[in-house]
């Protein structure tokens, strides 16, 4: 069955560095996502990515986030500049296009763990 | 504006006993819902969705739910808990017309006792 995957698993950096986190989606699908959960908290929008634009954002996702789908099948998060506050669970997610639209199902990859020392 | 509410942050069920978690949620539209399992140090794994078809939704390992508006909830239940099915269980909503975003419950710990 096919399946989001996500690298690396676990990321520890130093607060101010830059990190890229990367999403392989499912491969027929168009509509990308990043989720991220913080440790105790529930998992919370972040973006989502279509058509190689940004469709819809929260308010967490400021000017030191950014996405990209560098070719045609990677799909990543960069944080410009890390802050304690990142540290989390981060997840990918994709959807299928149904009748022109996104599939309400989306599909999450394992996370990546970040650790922001 | 969409939200979900878990009101069981823990539950603790003996093995071979049904078990309950229970959501309600809130939205704006007519919503689709959804619980998501995430076994430890695993991803989130879809268990079941319901998408304005039937109010009774079936799912993987044995669960199922059920959508009933006039109670704005989605409780998830199972007749016979197994061991396997410790886990953080999310219930979700996304609101439809092109609004993609998923919004998460806080999350209930399902404990099994032996």
């Known amino acids: 069955e096919p399946e989001v995957t996500q690298t690396p698993s676990h990321q520890v950096t130093q607060m101010g560095q830059e990190v890229i986190l990367r999403c392989v989606p499912i491969?027929?699908?168009?509509?990308f996502y990043w989720y991220r959960q913080i440790l105790g908290q529930k998992v919370e929008f972040l973006v989502s990515?279509?058509?190689?634009?940004?469709?819809?954002k929260s308010e967490i996702f400021d000017d030191q986030f950014s996405v990209e789908r560098p070719d045609g099948s990677n799909f990543t998060l960069k944080i410009r500049s890390t802050k304690l506050e990142d540290s989390a669970m981060y997840f990918c997610?994709?959807?299928?296009?149904?009748?022109?639209?996104?599939?309400?199902?989306?599909?999450f990859g394992p996370g990546t763990r970040l650790l922001v020392l | 504006a969409q939200s979900v509410t878990q009101l069981d942050s823990h539950v603790s069920v003996s093995e071979g006993t049904p078990v309950l978690l229970r959501c309600n949620y809130s939205s704006s539209y007519s919503p689709s819902l959804f619980w998501y399992v995430q076994h430890p140090n695993k991803g989130l794994q879809l268990l079941l969705k319901y998408t304005s078809a039937a109010t009774l939704v079936k799912g993987i390992n044995g669960f199922e739910a059920e959508f009933k508006k006039s109670e704005t909830s989605f409780h998830l239940t199972k007749p016979s808990a197994h061991m396997s099915d410790a886990a953080e269980y999310f219930c979700v909503v996304s609101e439809n017309f092109g609004n993609e975003k998923l919004t998460f419950g806080t999350g209930t710990r399902l404990t099994i006792i032996p």
């Open positions: 491969s027929n699908h168009l509509y």
């Open positions: 997610a994709s959807s299928e296009e149904v009748s022109g639209g996104p599939s309400e199902t989306q599909y």
């Open positions: 990515f279509y058509n190689n634009e940004i469709s819809e």
